[in-house]
């Protein structure tokens, strides 16, 4: 499981504690730096098949999208800094399972991502 917050902030530590609440037996590695999220898609013994992005400035999202590729088969949960139609479109590039903000509560993140615990061990 990854998944990409590059601040260090209480948002941070929340979507940390949901996703591992959810996940409590899956390693998880928190990426800082699209470098460091990059090299966790190249370098997965077992490739992930999950994971949610936190963006905290639309210069992270245009990064992520660059990253192409290595994204293609990523079931992707996505977490906007602001609900701008430039920001959201933007956003759709990535083709996320399911898109939320920066300003929500998590508990729709919790839900998505029990959800799709179950999809992912069938």
């Not at 400035?57 to 977490?79: C, P, Q, Y």
Request: charged share 25%.
């Amino acid at each position: 499981m990854l998944v990409f917050s590059p601040r260090q902030d209480g948002l941070a530590e929340r979507l940390q504690r949901v996703v591992a609440s959810v996940f409590p037996d899956e390693s998880m590695e928190v990426c800082r730096t699209v470098d460091h999220l990059a090299q966790g898609l190249r370098h997965a013994a077992l490739a992930p098949r999950l994971a949610v992005l936190r963006i905290a400035e639309k210069r992270n999202l245009s990064e992520i999208i660059s990253l192409g590729e290595l994204l293609a088969d990523l079931k992707i949960v996505l977490i906007l800094p602001d609900r701008d139609r430039e920001t959201i479109a933007q956003g759709h590039r990535l083709r996320p399972r399911f898109l939320s903000y920066a300003d929500s509560d998590l508990s729709d993140i919790a839900a998505v991502l029990g959800k799709m615990k179950t999809t992912l061990q069938q």
